[in-house]
């Protein structure tokens, strides 16, 4: 049986609980690593729950989320150039070397518009990043994310727009949720790894039939994505980092959720 040393959960899997509650449970299970979202850190000091993270045993691994760049209204766009430079000083004192970029889109431009200021406002923040010891990761989103969520939408998107960059802080991370449909994406997963730029590896299941786009996603097991095929992948191509487990789920936050922490344990083990 696999132990638990490279199993990193999200705050935002086990939501109804409070950053201090996920902390204290997840290292009495045996969980290695938590990704923080920043609506867990509200009203909190960033260094404090860092410390207490790592005072619980956990490793931070990274921050959730930057990114929403684009948007037809040059203030939107400056508006969102400041709230990624709060999120590097959050992540600098919660000590993640990691932000993950949800991109972004605006459905009153076209995505070549969005694309582009993608790209303008990751070269803004990148230095403030790399001043900080933070690594950004591009996350490509599932293309019925890209009116408003992300005009990145694939693994190939994802990395071109990285070789463009050419940011030494900027990669990718991989989110099986967002590709596993894509015929492209072990090839790309493959070049990402090349380059390195794969920065991070989130798992969980594609329900069928799925109830909603974003709040019906299955813990590994629970659906149709060949999770360990993806998992053989990114680890061929160089990844040994932290496996996240990045559930959104009203059915699963509606459950006990320490009985779901064994769920989540459970289906680790097994389904990933």
């Known amino acids: 049986m696999e132990d638990l040393k490279r199993l990193c959960i999200h705050t935002a899997t086990t939501k109804p609980w409070s950053v201090e509650i996920a902390l204290a449970n997840y290292a009495r299970a045996g969980v290695a690593g938590i990704t923080l979202w920043r609506d867990a850190l509200e009203g909190r000091d960033p260094a404090a729950v860092g410390r207490l993270a790592r005072d619980s045993g956990l490793q931070v691994i990274s921050l959730c989320r930057g990114g929403f760049f684009p948007s037809p209204d040059g ?122 730029r794969l920065l991070a590896f989130h798992v969980c299941d594609w329900r069928s039939p799925t109830e909603h786009f974003l709040l019906d996603r299955g813990l590994p097991g629970e659906g149709c994505i060949e999770v360990p095929r993806f998992r053989k992948a990114v680890e061929k191509a160089g990844f040994q980092g932290f496996i996240e487990v990045e559930v959104f789920s009203t059915r699963h936050w509606s459950s006990d959720q320490t009985r779901y922490l064994e769920k989540i344990i459970r289906a680790y083990r097994e389904f990933v």
């Open 75 to 196: 203030d939107a766009r400056r508006r969102a150039i400041e709230d990624n430079l709060a999120a590097i000083g959050e992540a600098e004192a919660l000590g993640a070397p990691l932000i993950v970029l949800v991109p972004g889109s605006d459905p009153g431009q076209s995505l070549e518009d969005s694309r582009d200021q993608i790209a303008e406002g990751i070269s803004a923040v990148a230095g403030r990043a790399r001043d900080a010891g933070v690594q950004l990761a591009i996350e490509p989103l599932h293309p019925m994310y890209a009116d408003a969520k992300s005009a990145v939408n694939t693994m190939k998107s994802a990395n071109d727009m990285c070789r463009d960059l050419n940011l030494d802080n900027v990669g990718v991370a991989v989110d099986v949720y967002h590709i596993w449909w894509d015929p492209e994406a072990f090839a790309e997963i493959e070049r990402c790894g090349a380059s390195g």
